[in-house]
């Protein structure tokens, strides 16, 4: 068994959790979080058996092989620092840090301690999501020209709705862009096998004052009749909308909201190539439609005996039994253990993870993203 500790226990935590126990050979032996009662609370809801507050005493816990970070952004840096320090594997939420001297120190620290290192980038482990790379690694759409899509939410659509997220020293300089069109950028380069290197960008901020609980609000919190508030400026955008160019010159763009009423978690794109092309939107994500035009459109469905045989087995069950997104989670956390088993990250990321590295190259584009918009010109993405 590998024994595993969670930091952060929010929405994200026990959606790691749970993951982890469906693997089979995952012990989730402790939990860290900011207050001893509150972790012991959420050690009892969570059935796990040792509680921490303190991040140094946690990862002296015997037999810890392994630590998923779960915290808020600011924290990711300075505690997936300590992790790599005390020499265990480290599985981060993204943004893997918060700034891009911190993505370099990060990405060095883990590859010359030998420690697993992921980010949890999520959609590319869709089998649909599979199927789509494959047919593109095997040149089913021929030569590509183009990529576009979005990712469509609504819970900032109020000018109530308000959380950590929205607090730049806490969420960060970007907020849309970086919490969900970081998920994009990384799943359309996982399709394509091509890397995004130049940007220009428009974002926007719809309510540039949000009124904030004086109460607090988790993450998807509903609030009450009674509320009291006070107004809070906001400095990162709502939504925004991208062009890019891939290393191999071919062009795309997409947009990300989270001002969309009724979007409520509708990441989709649509790659286009000189033999068809193909689409994919994660609310419906067992079907992938491909695009013909001199016969009928398709819609394929996860279904491993219609799938391509390299990726057949990442639909785990017969067609008709749709997988989501926990399932996705679960295939993201077996790629990683599978590798922890080995003591290494695998040669190859082409079917895996995303690790350090890919968490440090999407926080390039953010970052070029971010630039544009302030100089409202083409930015390269830094290397």
Not at 24 to 33: K, L, S, Y
Not at 165 to 184: F, L
Not at 244 to 253: I, T
Request: overall charge negative; aromatic content about 8%; glycine content about 8%.
């Amino acid at each position: 068994m590998i024994n595993v500790g969670i930091i952060g226990t929010g929405f994200i935590g026990p959606a790691h959790i749970e993951a982890l126990r469906r693997l089979g050979n995952i012990n989730v032996v402790a939990i860290c979080d900011a207050s001893q009662r509150g972790a012991a609370a959420r050690a009892a809801e969570l059935n796990v058996p040792h509680a921490y507050s303190d991040v140094a005493t946690f990862l002296q816990h015997e037999g810890l092989h392994a630590v998923h970070n779960c915290t808020p952004n600011h924290l990711h840096a300075a505690i997936n620092r300590q992790i790599i320090g005390a020499g265990k594997h480290v599985f981060s939420e993204k943004p893997l840090c918060m700034t891009m001297d911190e993505a370099h120190e990060l990405v060095e620290l883990a590859e010359k301690a030998g420690v697993v290192h992921g980010v949890s980038f999520v959609y590319r482990q869709f089998a649909m999501v599979q199927q789509a790379a494959s047919m593109v690694r095997y040149q089913q759409l021929g030569r590509l020209f183009s990529a576009q899509g979005s990712y469509l939410q609504d819970w900032m659509l109020e000018e109530t709705d308000y959380n950590w997220r929205v607090d730049a020293e806490k969420g960060g300089a970007s907020r849309a862009v970086a919490d969900i069109g970081s998920h994009w950028c990384d799943t359309i380069q996982f399709v394509t096998g091509r890397k995004i290197v130049e940007v220009m960008a428009d974002l926007s901020i719809v309510w540039p004052t949000r009124k904030a609980s004086l109460a607090g609000a988790a993450t998807f919190g509903a609030q009450g009749d009674e509320t009291q508030y006070e107004s809070r400026p906001v400095t990162t955008e709502d939504m925004g909308f991208v062009l890019f160019r891939f290393d191999d010159g071919s062009k795309g763009s997409f947009s990300v909201s989270q001002v969309s009423a009724g979007r409520k978690n509708r990441l989709s794109l649509e790659v286009n190539g000189s033999l068809g092309a193909l689409a994919w939107d994660q609310e419906t994500p067992q079907q992938l439609w491909l695009g013909h035009r001199h016969k009928a459109n398709q819609l394929l469905s996860d279904d491993p005996a219609l799938m391509n045989p390299d990726v057949a087995g990442r639909a785990r069950f017969p067609g008709g039994h749709i997988e989501g997104w926990p399932d996705a989670f679960r295939a993201m956390m077996q790629q990683f253990y599978q590798a922890v088993e080995q003591g290494k990250p695998p040669a190859t990321q082409a079917a895996g993870f995303a690790t350090f590295h890919d968490g440090a190259q999407v926080m390039a584009i953010v970052d070029a993203i971010v630039q544009s918009h302030q100089q409202q010109r083409w930015v390269r993405v830094s290397a």
